[in-house]
């Protein structure tokens, strides 16, 4: 089993920057990613990363102001948020799973078998 604690959440100001962090434990991941789901809203898929090769993916509502990383030898994952706006107020999710392939999306829910507890990112104007 895999077991992830997020953190880093917090209130900022728009244009500003924070870090998450999504600390892993367990077997290594093939793949991870950060999710984020305002209220009222469904669960969306930030960035996501293959473990083994570094191979990445943004949302287009992100791409150029975050940056998903990793460092293997702290087994966590980092999101870079930069040029932060209001909408990007939502709890921040780390997900990851073991497989290879599966026959869900890269981006569906489904596809991750491991899930944070959320971490709460507030942008205000």
């Known amino acids: 089993q895999v077991q992830l604690v997020e953190s880093g959440g917090a209130s900022v100001q728009a244009g500003g920057s924070l870090r998450l962090s999504c600390a892993a434990s367990?077997?290594?991941?093939?793949?991870m990613a950060w999710f984020r789901q305002a209220p009222g809203k469904e669960r969306e898929v930030v960035a996501r990363?293959?473990?083994?090769?570094?191979?990445?993916y943004y949302d287009g509502s992100v791409k150029g102001r975050f940056t998903i990383s990793q460092d293997n030898a702290k087994n966590t994952l980092y999101l870079q948020m930069n040029s932060l706006k209001p909408d990007d107020t939502a709890m921040y999710y780390c997900?990851?799973?073991?497989?290879?392939?599966?026959?869900?999306?890269?981006?569906?829910?489904?596809?991750?078998?491991?899930w944070g507890q959320g971490t709460q990112v507030t942008v205000s104007s």
């Open positions: 367990g077997p290594r991941s093939y793949l």
């Open positions: 990363i293959y473990i083994g090769s570094g191979s990445t």
């Open positions: 997900a990851a799973d073991l497989r290879s392939s599966s026959w869900y999306s890269l981006n569906s829910i489904a596809r991750y078998s491991f």
